[in-house]
């Protein structure tokens, strides 16, 4: 080689193509064909989805009907000697193979239609992406892939990171109106404190709190009104006085808040919470933490939908810091886009909490700015519709970075999926 005169190379770089269309975009690149474009960019990325409960009879049917379309799956090793009667199963996949694999599933016997039927939910629900509007009682909340923030309100003498400081109904006003101006794209009233060991509030207690700011807000400010409170009656009287959603830590199951939440057309977040708040601390003990997480929000959702309340009134939320430890409060945030596959928006609520403290040795709850919105940004990026935060100014700052880099990257997935027919 003469002195001088760089080695030949190919300059292999491994692609980080965020979203399917970044990818599609890579493909156009090359200059090539463009009816290949759609089909290669439907390959160029692996889905891997969880089934639980698949029965002996259908694993290995599930199995062989991946491996014919250009998939796999992997289920327990017992289903080939038959010493499980049910395997958790985890599937591989492109996109384009799944649109091939479903009329198969369909023509299956052993509930492999309804299984075919909840893989393409999943699926739909994962790369879900645009505007989509959820209905409040009074005003609509939109939604877009910017994610939305949630400006916090208590109005309690005892929350944990804040407790006293808007219990004035002046002060409180006050503070509502700085986070709109900040930016805020609904406010969270909450009039009694959830945090681990607090005591909680009779329902009338928790009224006479919020009543004389929510009455005015509601009259006053442009944004969507959450109120925080997981008493039927409290909801029904926030909701005449002009709330919007119903935030309920304790996710709907009480039937008296469900039929509370159908009939005044409330939306609703669906949060997950095991136990109560006074004694959620006690066990934070799951076999499979996500698992346990995402079929309680499953169920959860399914039963205020039975219950009257409209599919698209409905959010979910992980429930960060509720009867979880701080590392499982980050194992939720690290992989909340799971909780798309629900099919719902996906609220999360990291501010100021003790896992933040806990990962940045910050005993103080003021002092857990940057960890906030760190998680917030990752809550993002992960694909949440709205974070839930103390610290508005910041957060709309932070996710507008996000919003930027998102745009630039163009559209996620579902817009490079949903005008393709299947192949790949
Ligand atoms: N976190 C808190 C309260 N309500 N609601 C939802 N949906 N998600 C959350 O993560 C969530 C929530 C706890 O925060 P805060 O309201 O500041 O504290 P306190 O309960 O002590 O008032």
Redesign the pocket.
């Known amino acids: 080689m003469t002195e001088g005169t760089p080695p030949r190379r190919f300059h292999a770089r491994v692609l980080a193509a965020a979203s399917l269309a970044e990818l599609a975009r890579e493909i156009e690149a090359t200059a090539s064909d463009p009816e290949g474009v759609g089909i290669m960019t439907r390959k160029g990325r692996i889905y891997p989805v969880r089934l639980e409960d698949v029965s002996l009879k259908a694993a290995p049917i599930l199995k062989q009907e991946l491996l014919s379309v250009g998939g796999d799956a992997a289920h327990a090793r017992g289903v080939a000697d038959h010493s499980v009667a049910t395997s958790p199963v985890v599937a591989l996949a492109t996109w384009g193979q799944y649109q091939r694999l479903l009329p198969k599933l369909r023509r299956q016997p052993f509930r492999l239609t309804d299984l075919a039927d909840e893989l393409d939910r999943a699926l739909r629900g994962y790369v879900a992406h645009g505007p989509r509007t959820v209905r409040g009682a009074h005003r609509a909340l939109a939604l877009d892939d910017r994610p939305r923030v949630m400006g ?1 309100l ?1 109005v ?1 003498p005892d ?3 804040d407790g006293g400081e808007f219990l004035e109904p002046a002060a409180a006003l006050a503070r509502a109106r700085a986070m709109v101006a900040e930016g805020a794209d609904v406010i969270d009233v ?1 009039g009694e ?3 681990p060991g ?1 005591t909680p509030v009779s329902p009338d207690a928790e009224w006479r709190r919020l009543a004389p700011v929510l009455e005015r807000l509601a009259g006053e400010v442009a944004v969507p009104i959450s109120v ?1 409170t997981r008493h039927p009656e409290v909801a029904d009287r926030a909701v005449a006085a002009g709330a919007d959603v119903v ?1 309920d ?1 304790e996710g709907l199951r009480s039937e008296p808040m469900r039929r509370v939440v159908a009939r005044s057309g409330a939306a609703a ?1 669906v ?1 997950h919470l095991r136990g109560d708040p006074r004694t959620m601390q006690a066990d934070t003990g799951y076999a499979d933490l996500r698992g346990e997480v995402f079929r309680a929000l499953a169920d959860a959702t399914d039963r205020a939908v039975a219950d009257g309340v409209g599919p698209d009134r409905l959010l979910v ?1 992980p ?2 810091g509720f009867g979880k430890s701080p590392a499982q409060s980050l194992e939720l945030l690290w992989h909340l886009d799971e909780l798309r596959s629900l099919g719902y928006p996906v ?1 999360v ?1 990291a501010s100021r909490k003790s896992f933040l403290g806990w990962a940045t040795d910050a005993a103080d709850p003021k002092d857990r700015l940057e960890a906030g919105l760190a998680a917030a940004v990752l809550a993002a990026e992960r694909g949440a519709a709205i974070v ?1 935060t ?1 610290d508005v100014r910041a957060t709309v700052r932070a996710l507008a970075l996000v919003s930027k880099a998102r745009a630039l990257g163009d559209r996620p997935d579902g817009a490079a999926l949903a005008s393709d027919t299947p192949d790949g």
């Open positions: 916090v208590n309690t929350s944990f990171s909450g404190s959830t945090r607090a925080d935030n830590v977040v949060m939320d429930g960060l609220l609520g839930r103390h």
